[in-house]
Structure formats: structure tokens, C-alpha cells
């Protein structure tokens, strides 16, 4: 039986690379850079909704031994509030800080378009871990 790390970076290898581009360079990113805005107003909110899904992500992995389609599931949880937080009840906000939450909504409404279906398919039974072929 392989490592649990080496199961969980074999199969994060095996993904298409378009995606390990947007995770690594782009999504991770931006949603991380929530906790540069935990003084602005709501900025604890949107820190908490937007890593807090990844945390469960995370969480999905390792249960998973790698990146199922269940890792949407962490998503969809919380940046569905959060996207729609942004788009109707945006805090208070100017300069970078409003660019950021324009970024930020961006990113997270086009990640939930792939995130539903993920989830969807992982409902009706797609649970399999990619793997390299």
C-alpha cells in the first residue's frame, strides 16, 4: 500500500493540466488571499467561506485518497453563500479591496459552473480517483 500523500499526488498528477494550472496558480491563490482582508468589512465572513471550502475540499481528498469528484462538494457548500453574498449583499468596499472581491467572485462563480457538475456526477456514481493510465 502506497503513502497517503503519494496516492494523493498521483492522482492530483493524473488530472487534465489546464486544471492543475487553475488550482495551483489561480484558485488556491485567490481564495487564500482572503485572510490579506480579515480587517476589511465582512472580511472575516468571506475568509471563513472561502477557505473554509477548501478545507473541506482538503478534507475530501485525504478521506478520498485522492481528488474525487466528492472534492466539489466543499465548494459548493460554501462559496455558493459566499458567490451569493458577493453578488447581492457585497460589503462596503473601495480600492483594492473591491477589485479583490471582484476577483474573488469571479473565480469562485466560474469554478462553481465545473464544482455542481462534479458534484452531481459524483451523486449518481462517479467516485473514481484519477490515476494515471
Avoid: C
Avoid at 503513502?3 to 486544471?19: G, K, Q, Y
Avoid at 465572513?45 to 478520498?64: E, N, P, R, Y
Amino acid at each position: 500500500m502506497t503513502s497517503l500523500f503519494a496516492d494523493i499526488w498521483h492522482s492530483f498528477l493524473a488530472l487534465p493540466t489546464w486544471v492543475k494550472f487553475w488550482v495551483v496558480l489561480i484558485l488556491s491563490p485567490v481564495n487564500l488571499a482572503t485572510l490579506a482582508f480579515l480587517s476589511q468589512p465582512s472580511g472575516i465572513l468571506i475568509a471563513a467561506l472561502s477557505v473554509g471550502g477548501m478545507v473541506i475540499s482538503l478534507t475530501a481528498v485525504i478521506a478520498g485518497r485522492g481528488f474525487t469528484k466528492l472534492v466539489s462538494a466543499g465548494h459548493v457548500l460554501t462559496w455558493t453563500p459566499l458567490v451569493l453574498i458577493l453578488m447581492f449583499a457585497a460589503p462596503e468596499a473601495s480600492g483594492n479591496y473591491a477589485n479583490f472581491l471582484t476577483v474573488l467572485l469571479v473565480t469562485n462563480t466560474f469554478s462553481l459552473f465545473f464544482d455542481f457538475n462534479d458534484l452531481r456526477l459524483w451523486y449518481n456514481g462517479d467516485r473514481a480517483v484519477p490515476t494515471k493510465s
